[in-house]
Nanobody, 124 residues
Framework: QVQLVESGGGLVLAGGSLRLSCAASGRTFSMNVMGWFRQAPGKEREFVTAINRNGDDTYYADSVKGRFTISRDNAKNTVFLQMNSLKPEDTAVYYC?????????????????WGQGTQVTVSS
């Protein structure tokens, strides 16, 4: 089992920045791919970004490309999501996820482990 705990969410003004962290414990060798997803009220969970184990292969949703950056520190079993130029439409609960496979995926059902989520609210 892998346990994931997100932190760093909060309330920020539009145009501001936040940095989310996801700390992992347990069978961390299973964390080949790490991803961030988000879910806004009344909407389905959507892909935000993913990164492979080495950190040299990343995927981003078009809506966040150029504004968000995913990174990871394997020595600390932690994944980060730097969010800049935040918009009100970025408001959501952000979830960290992990999958055993080596290839990043945009599909939530391909991730085995999930955190509890952290709320990000962007006010205009």
């Amino acid at each position: 089992q892998v346990q994931l705990v997100e932190s760093g969410g909060g309330l920020v003004l539009a145009g501001g920045s936040l940095r989310l962290s996801c700390a992992a414990s347990g069978r961390t060798f299973s964390m080949n791919v790490m991803g961030w997803f988000r879910q806004a009220p009344g909407k389905e969970r959507e892909f935000v970004t993913a990164i492979n184990r080495n950190g040299d292969d990343t995927y981003y949703a078009d809506s966040v490309k150029g504004r968000f950056t995913i990174s990871r520190d394997n020595a600390k079993n932690t994944v980060f999501l730097q969010m800049n130029s935040l918009k009100p439409e970025d408001t959501a609960v952000y979830y960290c996820a992990a999958r055993d496979d080596l290839i990043p995926s945009r599909r939530a059902n391909e991730y085995k482990y999930w955190g509890q989520g952290t709320q990000v609210t962007v006010s205009s």
